[in-house]
Nanobody
């Protein structure tokens, strides 16, 4: 089993930045693809970014969002810059390996003046 714990969310003004962290524990290894998704009220969960153990990145916004990973610490990060009100959502960490997919509880990000 894999456990994921997100942190780093909060309230930020438009144009601001936040860095989210997701610490994995349990049966985690570098073969897992680690990713971030988000879900706003009344909307479907959407992909934000992912990174493989070898550092291959996929992103919905390569300009504003940067995903990184520290395999030694079993931690994945999401640096978010130039935040907009429409980025407001619960951000969830995901770990995926073959048919196994694990989710964290999420961390709230609110972008508002």
């Amino acid at each position: 089993q894999v456990q994921l714990v997100e942190s780093g969310g909060g309230l930020v003004q438009p144009g601001g930045s936040l860095r989210l962290s997701c610490e994995a524990s349990g049966n985690i290894h570098s073969g897992y693809i680690m990713g971030w998704y988000r879900q706003a009220p009344g909307k479907q969960r959407e992909f934000v970014a992912s990174i493989t153990g070898d550092g291959v990145i996929s992103s919905a916004d390569y300009v504003r969002f940067t995903i990184s990973r520290n395999n030694a610490k079993n931690t994945v990060y999401l640096q978010m810059n130039s935040l907009k009100p429409e980025d407001t959502a619960v951000y969830l960490c995901n770990a995926k390996y073959t048919c196994n997919s694990h989710w964290g509880q999420g961390t709230q990000v609110t972008v508002s003046s």
